[in-house]
């Protein structure tokens, strides 16, 4: 029996998967994955595999089964028909990628998940998981920032906290099945009361209510590309996510805009870059401390999310709209991280305390 030593890193697209490939030395590029350093890192282009509901089968909660036992025991799964969805042909040149993740999933000691860091992303690879049935070990690297160490951290050793992942995941999992056998059964379930009374504290998403200039989410940096740029919101959101996959900027979450203490450390670094923009350099040199007042302070966790900042990689080959977009996020993270007067009168009081 041939010896299985390979690990498989499974992303949602080339682009995410070539950043991550760098980052771990998976250098030499083939046929739908690339490969090296005992790794090989693959993609799914987007929601591969669908899951649907077994209309009709009573929803069971079976204590004995974790959560993901549970969704592969209420759902089928199968391929996604893009070419009746779409009226374009991407059918075949998905059972192609499929037939690549499967040989290279069937050499494999341990699968990471590195899709994208949101809820969907759990479910896009549940889907691919339960639809293989090909039992492995399996890491999730949660990667909200798509830099070298972080990356490394998140394929090796998996989430930083894999009890508050698991925890978080599981009351996700709970109102979206709740939703599932209400939709299927049609039944006056109140699913707003499940979803404003999750299962554990981390499954709802809280926002920071800050006084002065919060960071951007998707939906804000949406509004100010259509202001200050003219922009949709389907060019925003898709050039927003080439920033991310390029490691430029961290995942754009559709809401949340708070950061978590480690994003805010790794941003005093971060600064010192933002210094030689082209454009917005001036401001960064002219902030001598960073203002906390973008950290969360409620309830809220990275997996629900957190607000657009850039990474501290220096920006290069952008197309002209990549470059106008990532000039724009720039702005409000100066702006954001800029004490303001009462911070300042603040820290001058603690000093001469």
């Known amino acids: 029996m041939t010896e299985k030593t390979l690990v498989t890193v499974v992303t949602s697209n080339r682009f995410m998967a070539e950043t991550i490939a760098r980052a771990i030395d998976a250098n030499t590029e083939h046929e739908g994955y690339y490969h090296g350093n005992g790794y090989a890192v693959t993609w799914t282009n987007g929601e591969i595999i669908e899951a649907e509901y077994k209309h009709g089968e009573k929803f069971v909660m079976n204590s004995g089964q974790d959560m993901r036992q549970m969704y592969a025991h209420h759902f089928n799964f199968r ?55 090909m039992p492995v070990t399996v890491r999730r690297a949660w990667l909200s920032r798509l830099r070298k160490p972080i990356i490394i951290c998140g394929v090796e050793n998996g989430v930083y906290s894999p009890d508050k992942h698991e925890k978080w995941l599981a009351g996700e999992l709970v109102n979206f099945f709740l939703k599932a056998d209400a939709v299927a059964g049609e039944n006056a379930l109140d699913i707003e009361s499940a979803e ?60 949340q805009n708070g950061i978590p203490g480690n994003v805010y450390d790794s941003m005093r670094r971060d600064f010192r870059v933002l210094e030689h923009n082209a454009q917005y350099g001036h401001m960064a040199k002219e902030v001598g401390w960073l203002s906390t007042r973008n950290t969360f302070h409620n309830s809220e966790t990275p997996y629900n999310g957190h607000g657009i900042v850039t990474t501290g990689l220096h ?39």
């Not at 779409?86 to 590195?114: H, P, T, Y």
């Not at 800050?210 to 898709?238: C, I, R, S």
């Not at 409000?332 to 001058?348: G, H, L, Y």
Request: proline share 4%.
């Open 315 to 353: 920006p290069t080959n952008l197309s002209r709209d990549e470059e106008r977009l990532y000039n724009l996020i720039v702005k409000r993270v100066i702006e954001a991280f800029t004490p303001d007067e009462n911070e300042c009168q603040k820290k001058s009081r603690r000093k001469e305390a």
């Open 196 to 255: 404003n009374n999750p299962t554990d504290e981390g499954s709802d998403v809280e926002l920071n209510i800050v006084k002065g200039q919060t960071l951007h989410n998707m939906v804000t940096l949406w509004m100010d590309a259509t202001m200050e740029l003219g922009y949709d919101f389907e060019p925003t959101f898709l050039i927003a996510h080439k920033l991310y996959a390029k490691g430029l900027i961290s995942y754009p979450y559709l809401y």
């Open 79 to 133: 391929m996604r028909n893009y070419d009746a969805l779409l009226g374009w042909e991407k059918s075949k040149a998905d059972e192609a990628q499929l037939s690549i993740i499967k040989a290279l999933w069937a050499k494999s000691s341990a699968v990471v998940n590195a899709m994208e860091p949101t809820f969907e992303g759990e479910l896009a690879f549940l889907n691919l998981y339960w639809y293989l049935r």
